[in-house]
């Protein structure tokens, strides 16, 4: 469904750019959820925003790569400009829903300008289209609530409304930008089942992006860890938990707090993620690995292939052994 | 709505009464007496005395306030002591200048302000931007009087293209063309505020864009020139409609100095005049009127913001 091909999104000029994303690829069949799970500062956003052509023009930009949905390349279009083409297909939900809403403009409003745009419904049908939105996506009197303002809403509520907008757009991918991090844990679990739902009954593709690796445990189906900008391992959920073959996140899931460990000190991962255009060849994970060896900090890591679609950009993956 | 609107305008009087203390305290405290400008320098004692019985400017100060605070109560502002005549009617009949003046300053305002800020935002960091922003500076910080000379120069002595100064009334002969002569006024008066707009606008519509939801509305798919007007414009605005109260403001204090320049005979000339004279009864007149404008004209701006933000709620 989304095929995401060797994106770098770079910072500075056209010469003496500084990747902050480096040659991430992953792609997303269709009903399948992927966790794009990483630190902050990773490039995860910066992923996720380039995907819907959303970067600023004055902000980083996209050096290479390609964006295919559904077999055409959409990088380097706008959403409008990806409507007008015919292949609006990406909507896009994000992290604060508290300030994500026009705060001047009604719910119904809002969502009706996004049936306009994406279904060219006559006016008259596109009330009862957003109703039918806010009542797929659980809003009680949803009739009522087309009149609300944004502010008399709750944040949960409040990204509900914005999941009705992106279904608005008949997305045949979603993209949800870290959508439970500002919300309460109970409405956090609510919001997930809702996307759960949505991708098995419309056949949704989502691409979840996150940094709690317990949220990604309850909801996707296949993982991509990033680090320093890049994609360093991909697999299904279960082998990631399981068997993490990638030493990054073999030390992120050690930091998991656990209850057998009650009472001893909760594992760092020590130093600092490198920072963009830190670490110039080698393994960016190298200077924090405790596995690292000379080849490490010089050579760039291969993608090793694991049985099970299980890549991993490691010179020592975990599990194979040398 | 109501109980609002109703608590805004209890306030707006109690400021009022305020007010009204300031104005006549302050104006009976300019050194200089009416009596000697009426009656010249020649005057005897006994003649000055007597005039001053006549007008009741003999009385306690304090007495002089409350016989005028009833008398305003009742629509009555006195009777100018160097016109010999009602104030009412003295205001009215600078009043028509006045107000046209105003109100074509704030169409120009409105019109130049809003759009070219619009324009400079859309542009931002363009060469066309900051031209626009540099203008817009230097004409904030000219004085107006100085825009004027510079337009009655160009236009009326170099081109002939307009008056220089005066004004018919439009209900003289010329009708509406008379309206020309307010034209270059309005302008050098429009000239500063509008700028101001224009900046504020600018700025308003950048930070309005860097927002989470001008995100979302780009997301959905939506021409981006629906997204500046719809989305943009429409919170930028909230800024620039409280700022209209200020300017109402600034109009007032800088039509002084325009209708001195253009020779206007508006309620302008006519206070700087009446100081000139110590023609008390005209001076709390006018600075009454102006008060009570200024604050309709803020309680209007108010009004009208809490019907643009639902955020702001209205009981």
């Not at chain 1, 409304?161 to 991918?173: G, K, S």
């Not at chain 1, 993490?244 to 600092?272: F, K, N």
Request: net charge neutral.
């Amino acid at each position: 469904m989304l095929r995401v091909r060797d994106l770098s999104i770079s910072i500075g000029g056209q010469t003496g750019f500084t990747d902050i994303v480096s040659s991430v690829s992953f792609e997303i069949g269709k009903g399948e959820i992927l966790g794009l799970v990483g630190e902050s500062g990773c490039g995860k956003s910066m992923t996720s925003l380039a995907i819907m052509g959303l970067l600023d023009r004055a902000g980083p930009w996209v050096r290479t790569g390609r964006v295919e949905l559904a077999g055409f390349d959409v990088i380097h279009s706008e959403p409008y400009q990806r409507v007008e083409a015919g292949h609006g297909g990406i909507a896009m939900i994000f992290q604060e829903p508290m300030s994500s809403l026009n705060p001047v403009m009604k719910i119904g409003e809002q969502i009706e300008e996004a049936i306009a745009v994406h279904q060219r419904t006559p006016g008259a049908k596109r009330t009862l289209t957003a109703r039918e939105l806010l009542e797929m996506v659980r809003i009680p009197d949803a009739a009522m609530q087309l009149d609300a303002y944004p502010h008399q809403l709750s944040g949960g509520m409040r990204q509900r409304v914005m999941i009705a907008i992106a279904l608005a757009c008949q997305p045949q991918v979603l993209i949800a930008d870290e959508p439970t991090t500002a919300l309460d844990v109970t409405v956090q679990a609510q919001i997930l089942s809702l996307l759960r739902e949505l991708c098995d009954t419309l056949g949704l593709s989502i691409l979840f992006i996150t940094h709690d690796l317990g949220v990604v445990a309850q909801l996707v189906d296949r993982v991509a860890v990033m680090y320093a900008g890049r994609v360093v391992e991909t697999a299904t959920v279960e082998r990631i938990f399981s068997a993490p073959a990638h030493r990054y996140t073999e030390a992120l899931l050690s930091c998991l707090p656990d209850a057998a460990h009650r009472g001893q000190r909760l594992t760092t991962i020590p130093g600092q993620a490198a920072r963009p255009g830190q670490v110039r060849q080698g393994c960016t994970f190298a200077p924090r690995c405790r596995y690292a060896v000379d080849v490490c900090a010089s050579d760039a890591p291969p993608d090793a292939l694991l049985p099970g679609d299980h890549h991993a950009l490691c010179h020592f993956p975990r599990g194979v052994s040398p | 709505m109501g109980s609002y609107a109703m608590h805004r305008t209890a306030a707006a009087v109690a400021t009022l009464a305020a007010a009204s203390v300031i104005i006549f305290f302050f104006i009976h405290a300019i050194p200089g007496d009416p009596l000697y400008v009426l009656l010249g320098d020649s005057a005897t004692p006994d003649q000055v005395d007597a005039l001053r019985t006549r007008l009741g400017l003999d009385q306690p100060i304090v007495f002089q306030y409350f016989q005028w605070l009833a008398n305003v109560a009742r629509g009555d502002l006195g009777t100018s002591i160097f016109f010999q005549a009602p104030v009412t009617r003295v205001i009215r009949d600078g009043a028509e200048t006045s107000i046209l003046l105003a109100s074509i300053t704030m169409i120009w305002i409105t019109l130049i302000g809003v759009p070219v800020g619009v324009i400079a935002a859309m542009r931002h960091g363009s060469w066309l931007d900051q031209c626009l922003s540099g203008v817009a500076m230097l004409l904030a910080s000219i004085p107006t009087f100085w825009v004027g000379l510079y337009l009655i120069l160009i236009f009326a002595a170099w081109l002939g293209w307009l008056p220089s100064s005066g004004y018919p009334s439009i209900f003289e002969q010329g009708g509406l063309t008379n309206l020309r002569y307010l034209l270059l006024p309005s302008l050098a008066l429009a000239a500063p505020n509008a700028a101001l707009i224009l900046r504020l606008t600018r700025a308003s519509m950048l930070d309005v864009a860097r927002e989470d939801y001008i995100r979302t509305a780009r997301a959905k798919g939506i021409r981006p020139m629906r997204v500046i007007l719809r989305h943009i414009l429409r919170n930028a605005l909230l800024a620039v409609v409280s700022a209209f109260g200020f300017t109402f403001a600034a109009l007032i204090s800088e039509a002084v100095v325009t209708e001195t320049v253009f020779a206007l005979p508006g309620i302008g000339q006519l206070v700087v005049q009446s100081i000139l004279r110590r023609d008390y009864p005209v001076i709390q007149g006018i600075i009454l009127v102006t008060v009570v404008l200024y604050l309709a004209v803020n309680l209007l701006v108010d009004l009208s913001y809490r019907l643009l933000d639902p955020r702001v709620e209205l009981s």
